[in-house]
């Protein structure tokens, strides 16, 4: 006989990592225990040599589908006392202050076992919206410390009923130590003004029903919820949320439905069903009759809609009871946190929704839905939250002083890494006022608290505006500041373990660069410890600022009037008239006179307003609501369509390969004004700028750079610029990356900050 002490670490709290230890030494024969330890699990077992190996093993390859086993460490236990017969779960533990990180789990979506009995009306549980069990449920939106205990999550308030509890104690049950198991008769309840339960429930049906607007209580916080097919009610909802353009994302009952109106590959159903239950971006199907099964509102213009499947008994209880397809998105106003507390959402909420369907469990953090998509088997994290943060993603240079990577000023996320590991921590939005600073300083003591990660250096953006860039000069550490296409590129690389050199292309907005200069069209050659730029677009004028951004049209005029100058004409007077002849006379007028005297005009190498620029010479978007409008549409007027490239042309400028758009948009002009179709048109510009980048790559490999490029920024997003560029590349023998897990957009900022901060420290990479 021997006694073995075992240590395991990785996501196996809240996960149902203790039921399965304990039936894996039931089955073997061994004695012992197991409990939750700090942020891990550790525990002894006693028995014949050869079980405790297949024990260990076990650990390491059969744990629970929501575990993630990191580490299994076995040592030899101190026999004090003689063991007692059986296997026990043991109460919790705090470790001790050397204890490693911990790693937090993220909330699950509604597993079929539960959802089979929720629909089950001679199950005890029958139509209860909280059903969960070891599998699914919340988790991360309801923990206020580890060890993960009922105690210490805001399921504390819920005493287990006599039967709830014998399942709980129960190791054959589903929901043996299952923290949030809950019933009709202990747990959490429906409420809608004073009504409870199902009559809460069926006012909110009523509601939904009649056109009108709901906001739910979700799992990470508030949601507004109506008929995503009733057009009225879904422009209603624009109109009071302050929306005018942006997508709603869709839920649907169940894989079945959303294949019925869209079209689904095999890894976009995977991912509609997975524990996470993220908004999968998909094509649409032609709606074949009058009747369209979604109001055009919902995603205005677009071929592409973003549907997911329920995360709660409670979505699943309104999509069967309704049986229709639901616009489900945050409950909050434009650039405002969603709303997790009761009466904050009342508040923020009350010219929006026309009823509150809300409950007594509170939210204890604001987390998101999360949002992928794909380009061909290519998986992409548009963002990261609900679901899928906190976990932990791997840092391919391990760091022992912990770091904080702060992130940028849109899509804003922050990272928190020590040793090999780095937490994105949930989807904040756009850090453009009090309210989203709160939010993202809240999320960080939270969850610097319970991953006992206490960063000694900050990460942080160039640019002196960004209010992340702010609050970390005001903190009294160490600060590391990371170039914002660095930044991008790195979290690429970092993601996929390259340590090495690489080339990196940035396609994005607008970052500050080094030299202190508005960049957005990158080719770096980098490490994750730094980089050199040996490429760039050129840069052009942002008549306005700020408003050249809101306002494409500007930017296309600063574009054609004051482009860089390399050489190329600029187009003729009447290629650019038809366009001028649309606009505002007064306005041309002003900003011809700006860009003449270079008033206001700061200068940008950027691709996304190079996209903005297309999209306002096609007469897609002179005016936009929210960042990246303009480029979608541009994307969806491209489609599949075929097309022959604009010409383009590479010089050398001061030292780097520039791609000089101006023939580009000459080119298009000329084309325009021959009646080419829009479509292909914007088809033509996608294969233009896949071609340029193709060839600043080409150049930049002749001088020496690596054959591993990897690709970051926003742009993209944008799934047939991507497919374009990686099929050139790829015909050039290069091997190419693109961000899976981490968002390739400023949702990624924060983990490429964490990145270059961990490869300066420890001066590798």
Partial sequence: MTARRFHVEGIVQGVGFRPFVHRTAAELGLDGWVANVNGHVEGEVTGPAHAIEQFAARLRTGAPP???????????????????????????????PDEASREI?????????????????????????????????????????????RVRTTMRRFPLCTACAAEYADPTDRRFHAEPVACPLCGPRLAWEEMRGERALRAAVRTVRQGGIVA????????????????????????????????????????????????????????????????????????????APLAPEVHPGLPRVGLFLPTTGLHALLLDELARPLVVTSGNLSDEPIAIDDEE????????????????????????????????RTRITVRRARGLAPAPLPLPLPVRTPVAGVGAQLKHTFTLAAEGRAHIGPHTGDLAGPATYDAFTASYDHLRELTGIEPAVLAHDLHPGYLSTQWATEQPLRRIPVQHHHAHVAACAAEHGVRGRFLGIAYDGLGLGDDGTLWGGEVLVADLSGY???????????????????????????????????????????????????????????????????????????????????????????????EGEAAVLLEATAGDERAVPFAHRVVRAQGLWVYDPTPTLADLLRRQLDGEPVARLAAAFHLTLANATAELVERAVAEGAPGTVCLGGGCFVNRRLLTEVKRRLHARGLRVLVGGQVPVGDGGISYGQAAVAAARLTGKG
């Fill in 105 to 149: 789990p993220p909330d699950a979506a509604i597993c079929d076992s539960c959802l089979s009995e929720l629909r089950d009306p001679h199950d005890r549980r029958y139509r209860y919206p909280f059903i969960n069990c070891t599998d699914c449920g919340p988790r991360a939106t309801i923990i206020d410390d580890l060890p993960y205990d």
């Fill in 345 to 376: 959402a009342r508040c923020a909420l009350a010219t929006v929704a026309d009823g509150f369907l809300t409950h007594d469990r509170p939210i204890r953090s604001r987390y998101d839905d999360s949002v992928v998509q794909f380009t061909g």
């Fill in 66 to 96: 929501l575990a993630r086993v990191r580490r299994v460490r076995l040592t030899r236990a101190e026999r004090e006392s003689p063991r007692a017969a059986g296997f026990r779960v043991l109460k919790s533990a705090l470790g001790g």
């Fill in 532 to 626: 050199r730029r040996v490429g760039r677009f050129a840069t052009a004028p942002l008549p306005g600022g700020d408003a050249a951004v809101r306002h494409p049209w500007r930017t296309a005029l600063g574009h054609l009037l004051g482009g860089e100058a390399l050489g190329s004409p600029r187009p003729y007077p009447w290629l650019v008239r038809p366009f001028t002849d649309r606009l505002d006379p007064a306005e041309v007028t002003t900003l011809r006179a700006m860009i003449a005297r270079d008033v206001n005009c700061p200068r940008a190498s950027s691709a996304g307003r190079l996209f903005d620029t297309a999209a306002a010479l096609l007469g897609l978007a002179d005016h936009v609501s929210y």
């Fill in 216 to 291: 739910l209580k979700g799992l990470g916080g508030y949601q507004l919820v109506c008929d995503a097919g009733d057009a009225t009610a879904v422009a209603e909802l624009r109109r009071r949320k302050r929306r005018p353009a942006k997508p709603f994302a869709v839920m649907v009952r169940d894989v079945e439905a959303a294949a019925r109106l869209t079209r689904i590959g095999a890894g976009e159903r995977r991912a509609l069903a997975a524990p996470e239950r993220p908004v999968v971006l998909l094509g649409r199907r032609r709606w074949q009759g009058r009747t």
